[in-house]
T-cell receptor, first 115, second 113 residues
Framework: DTEVTQTPKHLVMGMTNKKSLKCEQHMGHRAMYWYKQKAKKPPELMFVYSYEKLSINESVPSRFSPECPNSSLLNLHLHALQPEDSALYLC??????????????FGPGTRLTVL | DQQVKQNSPSLSVQEGRISILNCDYTNSMFDYFLWYKKYPAEGPTFLISISSIKDKNEDGRFTVFLNKSAKHLSLHIVPSQPGDSAVYFCAASVAGTASKLTFGTGTRLQVTL
């Protein structure tokens, strides 16, 4: 089983709203990721959590706030977003194999529209 | 600086024929390479991978070839089926780290009847 689940599937929010995206995996993976994908572009990494600690932040604006409550869950809290933040937000997880290849498995994504 | 490149934005292949998707990279630190398939508004689906100690990996209809000296990899799909129509991304990483995947820009494959 290589399933990563994400909720909600679609989200429409205003620029003053606060919302959260959720991601869950039950594969025992110890690394989890948030990516952002705009139309006709490749996914861009936002954050990496390794053993529930934030290990990479790709200079993402503070209006995006990640949280990793436990090894299976990853949240992305959204506040005061801009219309240009509208995109497909993808969660991924990987085993975080020490010294070996590490395959990332992606969820279906949340389509976010900011009005 | 685009470290992973897919120079063909689109490819059209007849059903039953071979599809060959190409990918070039510039960073010699990359030692693990992956191919993902993506439908619109869905997450990428992992297809096949190869580590730099190999030059070929096969899984059913999918074969990935790696030429380290040329910093080039390719994905062969044979025989191609209409359900293979999607965008294909190659990606590269440094093995053994929970680090970023560097994606290519994608190739849209259309398999025609």
């Amino acid at each position: 089983d290589t399933e990563v689940t994400q909720t909600p599937k679609h989200l429409v929010m205003g620029m003053t709203n606060k919302k959260s995206l959720k991601c869950e995996q039950h594969m025992g993976h110890r690394a989890m990721y948030w990516y952002k994908q705009k139309a006709k572009k490749p996914p861009e990494l936002m954050f990496v959590y390794s053993y529930e600690k934030l290990s990479i932040n790709e200079s993402v604006p503070s209006r995006f706030s990640p949280e990793c409550p436990n090894s299976s869950l990853l949240n992305l809290h959204l506040h005061a977003l801009q219309p240009e933040d509208s995109a497909l937000y993808l969660c991924a997880s990987s085993q975080h194999t020490s010294g070996g290849p590490d395959t990332q498995y992606f969820g279906p994504g949340t389509r976010l529209t900011v009005l | 600086d685009q470290q992973v490149k897919q120079n063909s934005p689109s490819l059209s292949v007849q059903e039953g024929r071979i599809s060959i998707l190409n990918c070039d990279y510039t960073n010699s630190m990359f030692d693990y390479f992956l191919w993902y398939k993506k439908y619109p508004a869905e997450g990428p689906t992992f297809l096949i991978s190869i580590s730099s100690i190999k030059d070929k990996n096969e899984d059913g209809r999918f074969t990935v070839f790696l030429n380290k000296s040329a910093k080039h990899l390719s994905l062969h799909i044979v025989p191609s089926q209409p359900g293979d129509s999607a965008v294909y991304f190659c990606a590269a990483s440094v093995a053994g780290t929970a680090s970023k995947l560097t994606f290519g820009t994608g190739t849209r494959l259309q398999v025609t009847l």
